[in-house]
């Protein structure tokens, strides 16, 4: 299964395998034949051992002259048996020949084939004068000749107490690998549990189900990774959500003037209405509005596609906010309204579009001019700030409540509610102006102290 906790589980359980082998060589290793014969060899040569006590006779005697019985009081410890029986200590000199061997009737010529299992040096003042030895046949194996040469060495159980550490090592790391395997197995499924909610959310979503949210729990890392996607369905939940007003806010502005159109041309056909000039004008008002929320919709899609084609090259900013701001004298003289315009002196040369941004201009002109009651102002003001430009508008209209602020370039957004669309629009005005500007690498933002209080909006682009 390729799953992230069997993974995890095996991983767990192969450092568990990998542990308890470790073990199991130190715990062979401590009763291990060599180190079972070094045990023996340090006790031939501890004070008062065996070894000791053939240097002290070498020391007496000047010779190895009856030797054998010390040997073979030695010998007598050993525990007897077919196999071994001619198993015991010896002398050697120099060059490894048995001198002497515990029983003195024992044929010699046969002692020569013995092996010679282990030896430690005598040393009397300084100088060998021989070896202590431990022979047998060749047919004893070192793990049998070893069981019979500890009992005279084992007085203090140090090789039954490393036998019983060993055998206490293994049940030991045994059980502690079982137990290292199912806390691996529990460690692994809560590591992935989180993994698995995440999946599980992700199908949630998957199935349009927005209101689903993981639980945040575990490590700081899972805990981010969980708030980061619980933000982003909260996100994806808004973006649905934006999408369905859209979807119901087109279809209404369409359903309008198609209705309108169809409506009016049934009663036509049916001779309610004449076929005047006056009504095609009429119709020809409801395309030209149907034409114009097509082309605004298309503008902003291919502006937040990143997509919209810019006519850039340099234009005098302060010209363009003159010439669009008179184009509006008149709208404003009708809606009792004093335009006041206020640019620079001198030329502001940026890079841009001038039809696009005229468009965002005229956008907050209308805008103001229709908030504005009568006898109310409108200022249009174009001010420079070291490398950046500043187009604003103020009216001293409507204002807009602080908690609408947010949403005044939302698609579709209207602030009064009670308008009808002629008298406010369909309410994407703002949404493409926002969009044009942001193309050019500017922003605009907007201001208001509340209703009633006037509202501005500014519009800051980069100077060429």
Known sequence: MNRLWVRLSIAFAAIVVVAFSAVAFVAASLVSPARIQGYITEQM???????????DYYRVHDSWEGVEYLLSGADAMLTSGPAVQRAGFAILDNDNNVTHVGDAAVDMDQIASYRIAFAAPVTVDG??????????????????????????????????????????LLIVSGFGGALGVIFGVLVSRGLTAPLSRLVNAAKEIGARNWGYRVPVAGSEELRAVAESFNEM????????TLRQNMLADIAHELRTPLTVLQGNL??????VYPLEASEIARLYDQTRHLHRLIEDLHTLAQAEAQQLTLQRHHLDLADMVTETGALFEVAAEEAGVDLVIERSSHPIIID?????????????????????PTGGVVSLNLTEHKDKVAITVTDSGDGIDPAQIERVFERFYRIDKARSRDAGGAGLGLAIARALVEAHGGRIEVHSEGIGKGSTFSVCLPVA
């Open 233 to 240: 369905t909260a996100a994806l939940e808004s973006a649905e």
């Open 45 to 55: 040569s501890r004070p008062d051992g065996l070894g000791e006590r053939v240097a």
């Open 266 to 271: 049934r009663a036509m056909l049916d001779g």
């Open 352 to 372: 841009g579009d001038r039809q696009r941004l005229t468009q965002v201009l005229q956008n907050l002109l209308t805008n103001a001019i229709r908030h504005t």
């Open 127 to 168: 100088v060998t004068v021989g070896r202590l030895a431990v022979i047998a046949p060749g047919s004893v194996d070192d793990r049998r000749l070893l069981d019979f040469l500890l009992p005279p060495f084992a007085s203090n159980d140090a090789p039954e107490l490393l036998s019983e550490f060993s055998r206490f």
